[in-house]
């Protein structure tokens, strides 16, 4: 059964820090991944994908990726109270649909 | 673009009663999802709709019924409505196969069976 399992948290950081999320998936034919964003009572929302080995930055986000390691996860350098949500880590294990974790919940303390 | 839409946002249902939930996307999207979230259980896979004319069953399809009725619309059905139903239902869409697999999602739709 293919699983993607992540801390559910809460995970509190302060203001200004940076925030590491973690994600681990167990089907090593995954080529693609993504992180979501969740507010709470809203859909989830797209923030990164990556397909391939290393580092992705888009802003202050960065996702890293190491599929020898099956382990994806997702940095958000200088933490806002904005930032604070749900994020979804998503893999996608091939011709099937997404399989998503339960989530991360990520509190910014001002 | 309105994206994905879902009708209704709010529904209360009694036990047995039955619904459908609407979901429409305008992006020429081929693959179609719904899914239900609960607390603490993560986003679950009711059902799923490759491309037109196609539906097969996720994680969680017991109690559930889908149609893909063309390439935009993709519903979901309860026939007999039971408080484990309670839930928010999210619709996606996504066009996989054509490089690129990301999931947009719908506004939701809060379901409450009494």
């Known amino acids: 059964q293919k699983e993607v399992e992540q801390n559910s948290g809460p995970l509190s950081v302060p203001e200004g820090a940076i925030a590491s999320l973690n994600c681990t998936y167990s089907?090593?034919?995954?080529?693609?991944f993504f992180w979501y964003r969740q507010y709470s009572g809203k859909s989830p929302e797209l923030i990164m994908s990556?397909?391939?080995?290393g580092d992705k930055e888009d802003g202050r986000f960065t996702a890293q990726l190491n599929k020898a390691s099956q382990y994806v996860s997702l940095l958000i350098r200088d933490s806002q109270p904005s930032d604070s949500a749900t994020y979804l880590c998503?893999?996608?294990?091939?011709?099937?649909?997404?399989?998503f974790g339960k989530g991360t919940r990520l509190s910014v303390i001002a | 673009n309105a994206g994905v839409t879902q009708t209704p946002k709010f529904q209360v249902l009694k036990t047995g009663q039955s619904m459908t939930l609407q979901c429409a996307q305008d992006?020429?999207?081929?693959?179609m999802y719904w899914y239900r979230q609960d607390p603490g259980m993560g986003l679950r896979l009711i059902y799923y709709?490759?491309?037109?004319?196609?539906?097969d069953k996720g994680e969680v399809p017991n109690g559930y019924n889908v149609s893909r009725l063309n390439k935009r619309e993709f519903s979901l059905r309860l026939e007999s409505a039971a408080p484990s139903q309670t839930s928010v239902y999210f619709c996606?869409?996504?066009?996989?196969?054509?490089?690129?697999?990301?999931?947009?999602f719908g506004p939701g739709t809060r379901l409450t069976v009494l």
């Open positions: 996606a869409s996504t066009d996989r196969g054509r490089g690129t697999d990301t999931q947009y």
């Open positions: 990556i397909y391939s080995n």
């Open positions: 709709s490759a491309s037109e004319g196609t539906t």
């Open positions: 089907d090593r034919v995954s080529q693609s």
């Open positions: 992006m020429n999207h081929n693959s």
């Open positions: 998503a893999v996608n294990p091939g011709n099937t649909p997404l399989v």
